[in-house]
């Protein structure tokens, strides 16, 4: 796997991680499955889709149809296009090469799927309510901005979850509690 990046510290978390980075230009000559996470626009552009190997993926699961320049790999199609199976649509470029855009550009996890999963969507619900009623609660505090979910709102879902689905994890002692919340022990 390899992280293309924007973000310096994205990127160094990534290579402290173990993943290779590089700039997508370079990425593009060696990768078989190209996946967008990005939310922005333009991510895999024209210029890309020239270096990438015959039988390509591209699918966008970050934002919209934007990710992937539809209208560059429609140019760059001289053979034109053809659905080979739901979800899956082949780009015939003039050199012969075949590039493979998943849902039409669209968010692969929704338009090439079944939608999220009810397993899934309980948990982004409960985490909207609760963070709903948080910023009620806290409504004369909050700055007008955008505020990540708690994270004891998170914590509280996923354990509510964890014990729907009859599983069982441990929990930290008083003693492994004090300590990590503490700076007086250690080297």
């Known amino acids: 796997m390899i992280v293309t990046e924007v973000d310096p510290t994205a990127a160094i978390e990534a290579v402290m991680e173990g993943f290779r980075v590089m700039p997508l230009r370079e990425a593009a000559r060696v990768g078989d499955v190209f996946v967008t996470v990005t939310g922005d626009k333009g991510v895999i552009r024209r210029e890309h889709m020239e270096l990438m190997k015959d039988g390509a993926v591209l699918a966008n699961s970050g934002h919209f149809d934007v990710e992937i320049d539809k209208g560059a790999l429609d140019a760059l199609a001289k053979g034109g296009r053809r659905r080979i199976r739901e979800f899956v649509d082949e780009y015939k470029l003039a050199d012969g090469r ?25 948990m982004s619900f409960a985490d909207q309510a609760l963070s709903v009623e ?6 004369g505090t909050l700055t007008a901005a955008v ?23 441990d929990s930290l002692t008083a003693e492994q509690e004090e300590y990590l919340g503490s700076w007086e022990q250690g080297t």
């Not at 948080?134 to 409504?139: F, G, L, S, T």
């Not at 505020?147 to 009859?166: F, N, Q, T, W, Y």
């Open 98 to 122: 075949k590039l493979h855009l998943l849902g039409e550009g669209r968010l692969v996890n929704l338009a090439a799927a079944e939608g999220h999963p009810a397993a899934v969507m309980d």
């Open 134 to 139: 948080w910023i009620v609660k806290n409504r």
């Open 147 to 169: 505020h990540p979910v708690p994270p004891d709102i998170d914590s509280e879902v996923a354990r509510l979850k964890l014990h729907a689905m009859g599983v069982e994890i």
